[in-house]
C-alpha cells in the first residue's frame, strides 16, 4: 500500500546514503518533541499550562518506573520516557489525514525496522543491567521459585523461550497495531469512494455510513496510539524490573 | 482448488484468530470493570496490570492479523 511505501527523497534507494521519506518524518517527530520539552522547560516556580503539561510527562513515566522498579527505577527514565515521547509523536503524526501534493504523513512506526531496532535496545538494557547486576545469577530469573526438581529442565525452558521472544513481540505488537488501524481506515475510505460511483439510493447511503464509520474508526486510532505508546513504555519498565530485581 | 482461492480460505479462516483476541480484550477489560465497581479504591493500582493483560490478549489477535496478512501477500 501506498502510505507505507519508503520513497527516496534524495539519493538512491540501493546505496548507504539516501534520505527517504521515513528519516524526514522522523526528524519532524524530533523537532516536534523537542519544541513541546524546550516550551516547558523554563523551571518557573508557578508552572503555566506548557510546563504542567511537560511535567505531567516526566512526572507520569517516573511514578511508572518507581512503582514497577522500585527507587532504582529512576535511573531507567531516560530510554523509557525517549521510547514513550517518540512513539507517541509519531504515532499521532501517522494519523494525520490530510495529504498534499503527493506528500503524504509517514507513520515512522508502522516499520518493522524502526520498532524493532526499539525492542533490541530495550532488551539490551534489560541484558547488560541484568547481568551487570547479577552475574551468572541472572539465570535465576528462568527458575521460579519452589519448582519441582522433575519439571526444572521444562520450565527452564519454558522461561527461556518466553524471555527471548519478548523483544519480538514488543516490535510486532506496536507496528502490526499501526498497521492494522490504518488499514481499516483505508478499507472503509476506499467503500466511500466505490459507493458514490455505484450510484442509485445505496451506493451515497453505504458512502455516509463508512464515511461516519471512518470519524469513529479516528477516535479509536488516537486512544490506540496512547495505548501502544504507553504499553511499549510499561512493558520496557516491568521488564527493566526483572533485571534489576529478578524476582 | 487453485491457489489463489486457497489463500483467499486461508486468510479468512485466520482472520478468526482476530475475532478470539476481541472475546480476550473484552474479557480483560469486563472483568477489570466488574470488579473495580465492586471496589474502587483498588482500581487505580491495577490499571497497570490491566494493561499488561490487554498488551498480551492483543498480541495474539494481531499475530493473527498478520498471519492473514502474510499469507495474503506475502506466500
Known amino acids: 500500500m501506498h502510505q507505507f511505501q519508503i520513497a527516496p527523497l534524495a539519493g538512491d534507494l540501493g546505496s548507504p546514503f539516501v534520505f527517504t521519506n521515513s528519516a524526514l518524518w522522523m526528524l519532524v517527530v524530533l523537532a516536534l518533541i523537542w519544541v513541546f520539552m524546550v516550551g516547558g522547560m523554563k523551571r518557573q516556580l508557578v508552572p503555566g499550562r506548557w510546563q504542567v503539561a511537560v ?21 531507567y527514565v531516560p530510554w523509557v520516557f525517549t521510547v514513550f515521547m517518540f512513539i507517541l509523536f509519531a504515532n499521532l503524526l501517522g494519523m494525520m489525514p490530510f495529504a498534499l501534493a503527493g506528500a503524504h504523513p509517514f507513520t515512522v512506526t508502522s516499520q518493522f525496522t ?3 531496532v526499539m525492542a533490541i535496545i530495550s532488551f539490551a ?13 541472572f539465570f535465576s530469573l528462568f527458575i521460579p521459585h519452589g519448582t519441582p526438581k522433575i519439571l526444572l529442565p521444562l520450565i527452564f525452558l519454558i522461561e527461556l523461550l518466553s524471555f527471548m521472544v519478548r523483544p519480538f513481540s514488543l516490535a510486532l505488537r ?5 498497521i492494522a488501524g490504518h488499514i481499516l481506515v483505508e478499507v472503509f475510505a476506499s467503500f466511500v469512494v466505490s459507493g458514490i460511483n455505484a450510484g442509485g439510493v445505496a451506493g451515497p447511503a453505504i458512502s455516509l455510513l463508512s464515511f461516519v464509520f471512518i470519524m469513529g474508526v479516528m477516535a479509536l486510532e488516537l486512544l ?4 501502544q ?3 511499549f513504555a510499561l512493558l520496557t ?3 527493566i524490573n526483572d533485571a534489576v530485581n529478578l524476582h | 482448488m487453485d491457489l489463489e482461492a486457497a489463500k483467499v480460505i486461508g486468510a479468512g479462516l485466520a ?9 480476550g480484550v473484552g474479557n480483560v477489560f469486563g472483568s477489570f470493570l466488574e470488579s473495580a465497581i465492586r471496589n474502587p479504591a483498588a482500581a487505580d493500582s491495577q490499571q497497570g496490570r490491566l494493561f499488561i493483560g490487554f498488551a498480551a490478549a492483543e498480541l495474539l489477535g494481531l499475530i493473527a492479523f498478520a498471519v492473514a496478512m502474510i499469507i495474503l501477500y506475502a506466500v
Request: glycine fraction near 14%.
Open chain 1, 55 to 75: 511535567e505531567g510527562v516526566t512526572g507520569f513515566i517516573t511514578s511508572m518506573l518507581t512503582t514497577n522498579v522500585g527507587p532504582e527505577g529512576r535511573r
Open chain 1, 114 to 116: 524502526v520498532t524493532g
Open chain 1, 125 to 137: 538494557i534489560v541484558l547488560i543491567v541484568g547481568f551487570w547486576k547479577h552475574g551468572f545469577h
Open chain 1, 174 to 178: 506496536l507496528f502490526v497495531a499501526m
Open chain 1, 224 to 227: 490506540v496510539c496512547a495505548i
Open chain 1, 229 to 231: 505508546a504507553y504499553v
Open chain 1, 237 to 239: 519498565s516491568l521488564y
Open chain 2, 15 to 23: 482472520a478468526i484468530g482476530v475475532g478470539a483476541a476481541a472475546i
